[in-house]
Each structure stands twice: as structure tokens, then as C-alpha cells.
């Protein structure tokens, strides 16, 4: 039909934060390939692009990255999952640190995604 999707593959994302999710591709089962760009302070591997895999299913949306480069290894990987609504992705994240042990090193929290114009 002619209903515009609303994730589209070649769009970048920016957080309250500053870091960008740039999508270079979704392909017709939905799957998503790109890169993320960490600015948010407090944390490591920063201002590098480290890949992105993930899933849009309409509205909603699942992204991973592993912090894992050419640049710098952080020992970890976040997982983001939300929807687009209202011209943003709003989401919920999880951080899990290579070798925990307990559910309470899960560090948690929001990001909130809008357009970048390119
Ligand atoms: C690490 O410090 O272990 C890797 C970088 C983690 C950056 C986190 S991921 C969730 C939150 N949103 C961001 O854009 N950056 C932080």
C-alpha cells in the first residue's frame, strides 16, 4: 500500500545524550544493519561507530550493539527495544558487562531518539 513505514533503512537517530543509531539497511524480513556512535558521557567507547543489528517489526523496534572495535573493547553489550511514535523512538535499554553474575549488573535505563535531517 502507500502508507509510509516508519523506521526507514538510511535514517540516523540522535539521543538526549548525543549518541547516534544510524540505519543503513533494513531488509524485507525487517532485520536492520548499522552503526552506533556512543556520545553519552560516564561511559566508554565513545565517538567510534561500532555495528548494529537489530529488528523493526512496524512501529516496534530491537537494536543490539557489542562494544567491540578496531578503536576500543568495552566488555559489553546494550540492548535497546521500543517503538516509534509521535516522530521519535522511544526506548528502554539494558547494558550487560561481559562475566556478570548477578541480575543486578544489569544496568538499565531510557533513551529517547529523534531524527537527524540528512
Ligand atoms: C560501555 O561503557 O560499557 C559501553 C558504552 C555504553 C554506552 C551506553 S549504551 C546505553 C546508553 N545510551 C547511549 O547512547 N550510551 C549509553
Known sequence: DTQ?????????WVNQ????LHIDSIDPAGQI?????NRAQGYGCQNTPYPVTGWVY?????FTV??????????SITSWT?????????????????KSKNKKQIIQGQDVFKPVKQ
Open 82 to 98: 521500543g517503538f516509534y511514535y509521535d516522530g521519535v523512538i522511544t526506548t528502554l535499554w539494558q547494558l550487560v558487562v561481559n
Open 4 to 12: 509510509q513505514q516508519a523506521i526507514q533503512g538510511l535514517s540516523a
Open 58 to 62: 512496524g512501529t516496534a523496534i530491537t
Open 66 to 75: 557489542k562494544w567491540e572495535n578496531a578503536t576500543e573493547a568495552c566488555n
Open 17 to 20: 545524550s548525543g549518541s547516534t
Open 33 to 37: 544493519t548499522g552503526h552506533y556512535i
